[in-house]
């Protein structure tokens, strides 16, 4: 298997990890509409539990897609889907730390547009894999026992 694909994987992986918190987190938010932490030590709680897998699986994307972007810069061409991927990664993890900044100030209010903004960055990851995928697929056996030979 080509180390790109494996990257793809690697980053697919988490991704779902990522997506997969989020869909806990959306489904708990639903079944618990009533809860409100009232203290620092409640949220704390809250977030170390219900939000931990969302934080698992942006730290496992920032670092996937970090390790792509840096086995591919030392294998060129360089292409633009791990770069783009990567900046997604980072939009994402940045959403989701001023997301746990506004919960720990206790404050509800700016939590939806902090997530919007980490899920944003989550659909430029998924875009840039899935352009990338596009065009691995569009290759031709010939195209790359072509670029084997060279």
């Given at each position: 298997m080509s180390r790109r694909k494996t990257a793809r994987i690697?980053?697919?992986?988490?991704?779902?990890?990522?997506?997969?918190g989020l869909i806990v987190d959306i489904v708990w938010h639903a079944l618990h509409s009533d809860f409100a932490a009232a203290t620092t030590e409640q949220m704390l709680v809250h977030l170390g539990?219900?939000?931990?897998?969302i934080y698992v699986g942006v730290v496992c994307v920032v670092l996937t897609t970090a390790w792509a972007l840096i086995d591919?810069?030392?294998?060129?061409?360089?292409?633009?889907?791990?770069?783009?991927?990567f900046v997604g990664?980072?939009?994402?993890?940045?959403?989701?730390?001023?997301?746990?900044?506004?919960?720990?100030?206790?404050?509800?209010?700016?939590?939806?547009?902090?997530?919007?903004?980490?899920?944003?960055?989550?659909?430029?990851v998924a875009a840039a894999m899935w352009a990338s995928g596009r065009r691995d697929r569009r290759r031709t056996p010939a195209d790359v026992d072509q670029r084997r030979a060279a």
């Open positions: 690697l980053i697919g992986t988490a991704f779902g990890v990522q997506l997969a539990t219900v939000h931990m897998p591919q810069a030392r294998r060129p061409p360089i292409g633009a889907a791990f770069p783009v991927a990664a980072l939009i994402s993890a940045a959403g989701e730390a001023w997301h746990a900044f506004m919960h720990l100030q206790l404050d509800t209010h700016g939590g939806p547009i902090a997530a919007a903004t980490s899920f944003v960055g989550l659909l430029i």
